[in-house]
């Protein structure tokens, strides 16, 4: 071959690599708001699905933050190669070359690449938005700042989704021990009933719309709110109050034949755990029963929630001369693997 042919082909095969080069590039630029979108819509559907780790939903935000800004960043030096390949193809074949530099605003150059960067700038920005407001929000928990009363707190915070897991399920499937009580027991009469921590009032409705008079304890104030939206039953009595004094309730000197507490006793506080019983016992009729469920699983400190156990609930019982029986024992309806549920039944000697 002569130089010139060498050169030729040189200059060909140079040509075709970085044409091959661009293609790649250009391709990898346009993948880069599918990422993006994957990336930040995925993160925040996890943020959504995991409110009881706050820390948790930080990292995820943190992520989607630095992986928009991360994508922000490589636009620019795709961008920049992308730029010198077209710069060697100009000079190279200049006849060949498209321009396409227009006149108006949405034809100028860099206009694609600024659109891409300014969506990913901003969903860095509200990941970071979501993050402050997330960290303060949650700030007890995240900066190891325990509230006074962190059962109480939690509900108040995050009453709406924890409604939605409550009224997914009826007091037929949650307490069937609970009927059958009702059935053998009091032989299926009206009956003064008190719910301590009431939560959305679905135990309460049932026992209005079934005849009995019904007295719903709830201490938090967004928990009745929701209550009394979705059960709206003028015979259900709400009352803002808490164990173990039950000060308004004991004050009414009312005396109850049934008293339900469900998913309540590991907020009470194990050094309070005598007083509630008192005050539970003072409030029963003497042929009433007190229906109770134990979680047997972990403590969870910043959900207020304490260990407890069948033997421990028996002997403080034993200490004031109240005798138990356990109805049944069931799995977490909630799908949790590490929690189950005792349903016990209490009374006076």
Do not use: C
């Amino acid at each position: 071959m002569t130089p010139e042919e060498i050169e030729h082909e040189m200059h060909k095969a140079a040509f075709d690599q970085n044409h091959a080069s661009f293609r790649s590039l250009n391709q990898q630029m346009w993948q880069i708001p599918l990422i993006s979108m994957t990336l930040t819509g995925g993160l925040w559907f996890g943020v959504s699905r995991v409110e009881d780790f706050p820390l948790f939903q930080l990292a995820l935000l943190v992520l989607a933050a630095a992986g928009n800004g991360a994508l922000f960043v490589i636009i620019l030096r795709l961008r920049f190669v992308m730029e010198q390949h077209l710069k060697w193809l100009e000079a190279t074949y200049p006849a060949g070359f498209v321009s396409a530099k227009g006149k108006d605003w949405y034809n100028k150059p860099f206009l694609v690449r600024s659109l891409f960067q300014s969506m990913l700038l901003l969903a860095a920005i509200l990941s970071l938005i979501l993050f402050v407001a997330t960290a303060w929000t949650n700030r007890e928990e995240v900066f190891g700042l325990m509230p006074q009363d962190p059962a109480l707190t939690y509900y108040e915070q995050h009453a709406a989704s924890l409604a939605d897991g409550y009224e997914t399920l009826s007091l037929e499937s949650a307490h069937p021990s609970l009927l059958t009580l009702i059935r053998e027991h009091f032989k299926d009469e009206p009956l003064n009933v008190l719910d301590v921590g009431a939560g959305t009032g679905r135990d309460a409705a049932w026992f209005a719309a079934n005849g009995h008079r019904i007295v719903a304890v709830e201490p938090s104030e967004a928990m009745q709110t929701i209550g009394k939206r979705l059960h709206p039953s003028p015979d259900i009595e709400w009352r803002q109050d808490s164990l173990p004094a039950l000060s308004e309730t004991l004050s009414s000197g009312e005396k109850f034949d049934l008293i339900v507490l469900s998913a309540v006793w590991m907020h009470v506080k194990p050094d309070d755990r005598q007083k509630a019983l008192k005050t539970l016992a003072s409030l029963l009729k003497p042929n009433g029963k007190i229906y109770l469920t134990l979680r047997i699983g972990p403590s969870e400190p910043a959900r207020g929630i304490h260990r407890v156990s069948e033997s421990a609930l028996q002997d403080q019982l034993a200490e004031l001369s109240l005798s138990a029986e356990k109805l049944d024992e069931q799995a977490d309806l909630l799908g949790r693997t590490n929690i189950r549920w005792i349903a016990m039944s209490i009374s006076k000697p």
